[in-house]
């Protein structure tokens, strides 16, 4: 096989999962990780679809259900903190034909385990410069070390350095949808246990939650916003942004403000996607949210990360390490797929996040009605209808 040897830019879930199916083919991947370790912060994510096949393939559905987050209750409160609406977990999270939901945490700890002892993971470094030479990549990375590869795979995120490298500035293919999101670890003043808060105001919701297993509950902040110029990695500089955009609101959002500074998995990022007319620039492909990010409002990220990576690794094995070859089945494969999910990320946002005092009010009050109906699981499974379409919307090869 050629081009074995292949670089992989981020250990996120992308690019781990990335590392586990080359491998699995023969390939050997080295993987280069900016942070000093895997970042396992974020909130509970759903394995759907399509993406629940490839966990399967790997062995790992049953611990991934073991972990599940187990969430029995779903509630809607006011400032005052009155539940005005509650459903059980599964119908509140939209889960319907077995999807499993886990902290995104747990299942990204679960792949580095499954893959450090076979994989080179390098963390505290990251690609500084690449070159083309005869037959492969030359890279320098930040730490003034070189290495020659086959193959690169830039899996870092939405703001990717390799993609910024190798196709250009990232306006270019970042699409704002109009939100900031974080999600950090902070106290369980609430003695949460396996239940999910959301807060609605306008312009402004805050969700909190813990699972049985955790001394801690996770908060998330999601709020309406203009693109906002800050410094990617200056938290100070983030954490003011959400104590401004927040200082209003009540119910626990104050202490949520106050346990963020000490949580160690602080997230915080905007609602954004990325849209490109290729994924692959000579020897160098992108995957997950560098590609193709949909962003945390399609609740598909991790699973298009996920079937993205099984499908990179299969492609490129299948034309027997050809890049050309290889990279144009993945994206042939994938377009589609990417598209589907792409699109739920705009229409969920606004199911999310209400805009104005009145559209809060009115949808207190339909969830309140909702939430009592008889019918209600049939009613909300037709809401989450088109995630499942679109987490569905690609057969898996058998590489
Ligand atoms: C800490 C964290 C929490 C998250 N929480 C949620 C959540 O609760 N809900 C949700 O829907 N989505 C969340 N996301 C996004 C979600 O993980 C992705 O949409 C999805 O899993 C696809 O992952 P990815 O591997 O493509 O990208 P990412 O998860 O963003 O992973 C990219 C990795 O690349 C690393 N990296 C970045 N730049 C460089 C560089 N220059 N060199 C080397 N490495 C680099 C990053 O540190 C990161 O580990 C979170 C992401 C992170 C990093």
């Not at 987050?69 to 005052?80: E, H, K, L």
């Not at 059980?88 to 792949?111: C, Q």
């Not at 450090?116 to 890279?139: Q, T």
């Not at 320098?140 to 500035?169: I, K």
């Amino acid at each position: 096989m050629k081009n074995t040897n292949v670089l992989i830019s981020g250990a996120g879930i992308a690019g781990i999962t990335l590392a586990y199916w080359l491998r699995r083919h023969g390939f050997s991947p080295t993987v280069v990780e900016r942070a000093a370790t895997i970042r396992e912060g974020g909130y509970k994510i759903d394995i759907r679809g399509a993406a629940l096949e490839v966990v399967e393939r790997m062995g790992l559905l049953e611990e991934i259900r073991s972990m599940r987050t187990d969430v029995r209750a779903g509630s809607v409160v006011n400032a005052a903190g009155k539940r005005v609406a509650s459903m059980d977990g599964d119908t509140f999270g939209g889960r319907v034909h077995g999807d499993a939901e886990i902290l995104r945490g747990d299942l990204h700890r679960m792949l580095y385990e499954r893959t450090k002892d076979d994989v080179r993971y390098v963390f505290g470094d990251s690609i500084a410069s690449m070159n083309d030479v005869a037959d492969g990549v030359e890279v320098t990375f930040a730490s003034g070390q070189t290495g020659v590869y086959d193959l690169v795979v830039g899996a870092d995120g939405l703001h990717s350095v390799t993609r910024a490298m190798a196709f250009g500035p990232e306006e270019r293919f970042l699409r704002d949808l109009g939100h900031y999101i974080s999600i950090f670890s902070v106290p369980n003043h609430l003695n949460l246990d396996r239940e999910e808060l959301t807060y609605i105001g306008p312009g402004r919701t805050a969700l909190t939650y813990s699972t049985a297993k955790d001394t801690d509950a996770k908060a998330m902040l999601l709020f309406s916003s203009g693109p906002l110029s800050h410094d990617q990695r200056d938290r100070s500089q983030q954490e003011q942004i959400l104590h401004d955009a927040y200082a209003r609101e009540g119910w626990e959002v104050p202490r949520m403000l106050d346990g963020m500074a000490g949580a160690a998995d602080f997230y915080f990022d905007s609602l954004s996607q990325v849209h490109m007319e290729r994924w692959s620039e000579g020897r160098v492909v992108l995957l997950g949210d560098a590609a193709y990010c949909a962003s945390p409002a399609s609740g598909q990220g991790t699973s298009l990360a996920l079937v993205g990576a099984y499908v990179l690794a299969g492609e490129l094995a299948a034309a027997d390490g050809d890049h050309e070859a290889g990279f144009e089945a993945y994206e042939r494969e994938m377009r589609a797929f990417v598209d589907a999910n792409q699109k739920l990320g705009p229409s969920n946002i606004k199911q999310m996040v209400m805009r104005t005092k009145g559209q809060v009010r009115f949808s207190m009050v339909m969830l309140s009605l909702i939430s009592r109906l008889p019918g209600k699981e049939k009613m909300l499974a037709k809401v989450v209808a088109p995630i499942h379409k679109a987490a569905n919307a690609i057969s898996l090869k058998n590489y």
